[in-house]
């Protein structure tokens, strides 16, 4: 069984900064990618950052500079450090591991349950 625990998210002002957590846990052999995607209300799920087990990082266009995504393998911890967040940011927020697990030789997508980020004065 395998979990991924999310957490940082909240109400915060426009201009303002938030870290959200994810951490995986359970029978885990490896993890490969790991990222956050996020879907606003009647838009569909879309990418924010992913960073590969090697640390090389991935950002959509409208988060660059803005929003960084780190990770702590020890910890098998993905981190999303977002910073001068705007309205348009507002949405719910999931992250995503690819991973192996014990006893198995394929790799597979887990998902968080997802973690609500507003941007609202």
């Known amino acids: 069984q395998v979990q991924l625990v999310e957490s940082g998210g909240g109400l915060v002002q426009p201009g303002g900064s938030l870290r959200l957590s994810c951490a995986a846990s359970?029978?885990?052999?490896?993890?490969?990618?790991m990222g956050w995607y996020r879907q606003a209300l009647g838009k569909q799920r879309e990418l924010v950052a992913d960073?590969?087990?090697?640390?090389?990082?991935n950002y959509a266009d409208s988060v660059k500079g803005r929003f960084t995504i780190s990770r702590d393998n020890g910890k098998k911890t993905v981190y999303l450090q977002m910073n001068s967040l705007k309205p348009e940011d507002t949405a719910v927020y999931y992250c995503?591991?690819?991973?192996?697990?014990?006893?198995?030789?394929?790799?597979?997508?887990?998902w968080g349950q997802g973690t609500q980020v507003t941007v609202s004065s």
């Open positions: 960073i590969t087990s090697g640390g090389m990082t």
């Open positions: 359970g029978s885990i052999v490896s993890i490969n990618t």
């Open positions: 995503k591991t690819t991973l192996r697990r014990t006893g198995l030789i394929s790799w597979s997508d887990y």
